[in-house]
């Protein structure tokens, strides 16, 4: 079946690091790719998302693009900041207009000053 | 404000005991979902309903049974709760038009089976 693996976190950065989280897919066809983030006692927010090959989504300085020759799903950020300690969450939606989204396990990314 | 609105945020119940979940959506879309986080974090779907029509059951228990009375809810209750029903459930919704733009989901409901 469909899956998706992210680095195991935590991740700790230090204010205005370079941020990159890994994310790899195994997938039938040509499945959307999601980045979703959840902030501390709050619900799943929709960072950004590429629905075919090399398509680049971005958002709030976040990019991530969707590479099909090696299954992956990397968000980047080129300098982070405080607020962005949260957790992240790669998906993918299967192909053919299913609306299941298949997530990995998330990785916490915290930020000090 | 257009959302994903669930109550209650939190519910604590002791074992044994029948609880609701409820779920309602004002952004217009026509399917909606149930998901479940464990203490790690990992979300894994429960349920699906478009239109009111049930699309999607994984492997849950009998003991959950969700309910759509319009496209515009889901709610999920539970029988006979157990320890391992504590988590956090989300609610979530989309629509499939010209594409799949993703979920917006509810900020979840903190079950705490003691």
């Known amino acids: 079946g469909n899956s998706v693996t992210q680095m195991e976190g935590p991740v700790t950065l230090s204010e205005e690091a370079f941020l990159t989280i890994n994310c790899t897919y195994t997938?039938?066809?040509?499945?959307?790719l999601f980045w979703y983030v959840q902030y501390p006692g709050e619900g799943l927010q929709l960072l950004l998302k590429?629905?075919?090959?090399?398509d680049k989504g971005s958002n709030k300085g976040f990019e991530a693009t969707y590479r099909k020759e090696t299954t992956s799903f990397h968000l980047e950020k080129g300098s982070v900041q405080v607020s962005d300690s949260a957790v992240y969450f790669c998906?993918?939606?299967?192909?053919?207009?299913?609306?299941?989204?298949?997530f990995g396990k998330g990785t916490k990314l915290t930020v000090n000053p | 404000d257009t959302a994903v609105s669930q109550t209650p945020k939190y519910l604590v119940t002791q074992m044994g005991n029948d609880k609701s979940i409820k779920c309602e959506q004002n952004?217009?879309?026509?399917?909606m979902y149930w998901y479940k986080q464990d203490s790690k974090k990992f979300l894994k779907i429960m349920f699906s309903?478009?239109?009111?029509?049930?699309?999607i059951n994984e492997t849950v228990p009998n003991r959950f049974s969700p309910k759509s009375p319009d496209k515009a809810h889901l709610n999920l209750h539970i029988n006979s709760l157990e320890l391992g029903d504590s988590a956090v459930y989300f609610c979530?919704?989309?629509?499939?038009?010209?594409?799949?733009?993703?979920?917006?989901f509810g900020s979840g409901t903190r079950l705490t089976v003691v």
């Open positions: 998906a993918l939606s299967e192909e053919g207009g299913s609306e299941k989204l298949v």
């Open positions: 979530a919704s989309s629509q499939f038009h010209r594409g799949f733009d993703g979920y917006t």
């Open positions: 952004l217009g879309h026509d399917t």
């Open positions: 997938a039938t066809g040509y499945p959307s």
């Open positions: 309903y478009n239109n009111k029509e049930l699309i």
């Open positions: 590429a629905t075919k090959a090399d």
